[in-house]
């Protein structure tokens, strides 16, 4: 199950301290992005994107949050460079990021991106990388679930490499505290409002029962009545691991801000939600909670303007990277 667990409280701190020292992760690489960037060598990209992500959201409105956390787990990871969506490639002992501890049965998308970026294929050869169709397609998802929209800056370039080690270094587990949450996020450049608002994403799709049982089972934060639905009808004390509950009980496929109210009634499933509000931390984010329950323009306003830095952290490697032709695949 939460392979990643044991190995993410142990190293946060030190990956944090190593990054920040060493600046890498940290480079926000806006200034290179340019939401012009595809304007003369791919006109129709925007339009291609949208009617992937809309045909894709139509069959399976789940799949919007899917797109969505796939691109949270490739920024997070050295940067929106698409090493996510790197396959293993056993000939080569080439080992990817699908299979880290917190993408292994549980990142989905794949084909979805595979199929737009085929698409652009069709209307641009060779010109956009996988890296952008991913932010572009995040941002869709979000706005087709009706939450907002915003211009994605475009210009970055598909690694050639992937970092298991550092998935699952990097990314944050189900269980983490609001201190270790604040740190992992710092290490990006992320502040406390950055993850309060990140964290919204949180009011679509789904999570499993390994992930919520901890909470549920444990956490006197948790709603007793809440809690004890799920203990019943969802998530046995063992087994059923793979069992499915909405992260945002009310409406899970609507992008809204409902995810806020429920941390106020304790009505989350992670142990990671809940520590932003209500005593599990010191109230450097309880604030920000209230405000984002009581006003949803507030919310996705500060939601988008995260999502463009988070969008633009740049790849530690600098330098080089490629157009992929395939995006399971180095050219
Ligand atoms: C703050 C730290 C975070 C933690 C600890 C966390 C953890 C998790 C976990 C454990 C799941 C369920 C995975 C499973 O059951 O297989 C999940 C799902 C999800 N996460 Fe997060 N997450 C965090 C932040 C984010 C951010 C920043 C985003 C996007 C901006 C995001 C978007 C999502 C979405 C949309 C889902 C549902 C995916 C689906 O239904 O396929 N998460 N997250
Ligand atoms: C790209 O196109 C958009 C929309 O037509 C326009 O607003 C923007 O100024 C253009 N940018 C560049 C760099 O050409
Ligand atoms: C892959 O790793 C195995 C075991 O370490 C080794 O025997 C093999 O030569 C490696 N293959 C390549 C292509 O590097
Ligand atoms: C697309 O680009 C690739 C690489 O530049 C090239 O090999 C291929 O022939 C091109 N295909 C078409 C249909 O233009
Ligand atoms: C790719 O990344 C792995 C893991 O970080 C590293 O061991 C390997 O040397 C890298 N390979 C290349 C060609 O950079
Ligand atoms: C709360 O914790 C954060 C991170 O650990 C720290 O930066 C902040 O100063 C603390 N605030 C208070 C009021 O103790
Ligand atoms: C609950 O806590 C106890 C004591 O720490 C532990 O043994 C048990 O595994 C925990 N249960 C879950 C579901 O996390
Ligand atoms: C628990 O959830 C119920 C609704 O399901 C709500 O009425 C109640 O206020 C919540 N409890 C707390 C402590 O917020
Ligand atoms: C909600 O937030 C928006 C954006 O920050 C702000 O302009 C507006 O005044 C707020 N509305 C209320 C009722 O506080």
């Not at 800056?153 to 944050?172: F, H, T, V």
């Not at 390994?210 to 087994?239: E, K, M, Q, W």
């Amino acid at each position: 199950m939460m392979g990643w667990r044991r190995l993410c409280l142990c190293l946060s701190a030190a990956v944090a301290a190593a990054a920040l020292a060493a600046g890498v992760g940290v480079g926000v690489a806006g200034a290179q992005l340019s939401p012009g960037f595809y304007n003369a060598t791919c006109p129709a990209l925007q339009s291609v994107v949208r009617r992937g992500m809309a045909r894709a959201v139509r069959r399976e409105p789940r799949m919007g949050a899917s797109i969505l956390r796939l691109f949270f787990h490739d920024c997070f990871v050295n940067g929106c460079d698409a090493s996510v969506l790197l396959d293993d490639v056993p000939a080569t002992n080439f080992t990817g990021e699908k299979n880290a501890g917190p993408n292994a049965n549980s990142l989905r998308g794949f084909d979805v991106i595979d199929a737009i970026k085929a698409q652009v294929e069709a209307a641009c050869n060779a010109t956009v990388s996988c890296a952008d169709i991913l932010a572009l397609a995040a941002r869709d998802a979000v706005n087709l679930l009706g939450g907002p929209s915003w211009t994605v800056p475009l210009g970055r370039r598909d690694a050639r490499n992937a970092s298991a080690g550092a998935a699952n270094a990097n990314l944050p587990p189900p269980d983490a505290t609001l201190p270790t949450l604040l740190s992992m996020f710092g290490a990006k450049g992320l502040d406390a409002r950055d993850l309060t608002a990140l964290s919204g994403a949180h009011t679509v799709g789904r999570a499993r029962c390994a992930v919520f049982r901890a909470h549920i089972y444990n956490d006197t934060t948790a709603n007793a009545s809440f809690a004890a639905g799920l203990r019943a009808a969802v998530c046995p004390a063992a087994g059923g691991d793979a069992n499915l509950a909405p992260l945002e009980p009310q409406a899970p496929d609507a992008f809204d801000n409902a995810y806020f109210r429920d941390l106020l009634a304790r009505r989350v499933l992670l142990r990671s939600d809940q520590a932003l509000y209500g005593g599990s931390g010191n109230g450097t984010t309880d604030a920000l909670v209230r405000a984002y329950a009581a006003n949803a323009t507030a919310f996705a306003a500060d939601f988008a303007a995260a999502m463009v830095r988070m969008g633009s952290l740049a790849t530690s490697g600098a330098g080089g990277g490629e157009v992929r032709i395939n995006c399971r695949r180095v050219n």
